[in-house]
T-cell receptor, first 114, second 113 residues
Framework: DAGVIQSPRHEVTEMGQEVTLRCKPISGHNSLFWYRQTMMRGLELLIYFNNNVPIDDSGMPEDRFSAKMPNASFSTLKIQPSEPRDSAVYFC????????????FGQGTRLTVV | KNQVEQSPQSLIILEGKNCTLQCNYTVSPFSNLRWYKQDTGRGPVSLTIMTFSENTKSNGRYTATLDADTKQSSLHITASQLSDSASYICVVSEGSTLGRLYFGRGTQLTVWP
């Protein structure tokens, strides 16, 4: 298996633009997580899907952030409009069954908003 | 308040030496504790997962311990190698329906030749 695949690896965008990050989880995994990592705050869980349904989105910072999982093999995290403080590395991870099983992380998307 | 604190924040050791990283948590109820290794520019990779009943778990040169009474965990690295240079993150899972995760800020380990 190729593991969790994220795209793009790097994204530079201007403030106010819409940004869409993409994730393909490991085949057969039914849980998907979006994380954000910054130097100031470390790793933070943004949202967690189980069987394509959002279970916990309490970590989503504000309405500018939205995540979807239309099927078991694809998820998106969208930021609109983007702001400089959204600059971070965004990780997608997947696991077999919820948060209590080992999660496998993608390589991350480094987002820079200028 | 549920928190995970790691120490030291950073550590430099010479190749071949041993080291121990610490993780203290206040998460309750407790489900499990994990140690992740994150190389620069990569996603975290799981080293160990320990539940309430496990005191120690090894993964090669990495040995994790858990004291659920004092809510402390340690990660011991034996005979360090240059490739051990990374950030080590402690993550504690809440024993609730959601199983919410709480992350430490990590210990940045640098191994010098």
């Amino acid at each position: 298996d190729a593991g969790v695949i994220q795209s793009p690896r790097h994204e530079v965008t201007e403030m106010g633009q819409e940004v869409t990050l993409r994730c393909k989880p490991i085949s057969g995994h039914n849980s998907l997580f979006w994380y954000r990592q910054t130097m100031m705050r470390g790793l933070e869980l943004l949202i967690y899907f189980n069987n394509n349904v959002p279970i916990d989105d309490s970590g989503m910072p504000e309405d500018r952030f939205s995540a979807k999982m239309p099927n078991a093999s694809f998820s998106t995290l969208k930021i609109q409009p983007s702001e400089p403080r959204d600059s971070a590395v965004y990780f997608c991870a997947s696991s077999l069954a919820g948060q209590n099983t080992e999660a496998f992380f993608g390589q991350g998307t480094r987002l820079t908003v200028v | 308040k549920n928190q995970v604190e790691q120490s030291p924040q950073s550590l430099i050791i010479l190749e071949g030496k041993n080291c121990t990283l610490q993780c203290n948590y206040t998460v309750s109820p407790f489900s499990n504790l994990r140690w992740y290794k994150q190389d620069t520019g990569r996603g975290p990779v799981s080293l160990t997962i320990m539940t309430f009943s496990e005191n120690t778990k090894s993964n090669g040169r990495y040995t994790a311990t858990l004291d659920a009474d004092t809510k402390q965990s340690s990660l011991h690295i034996t005979a360090s190698q240059l490739s051990d240079s990374a950030s080590y993150i402690c993550v504690v899972s809440e024993g609730s329906t959601l199983g919410r995760l709480y992350f430490g800020r990590g210990t940045q380990l640098t191994v010098w030749p």
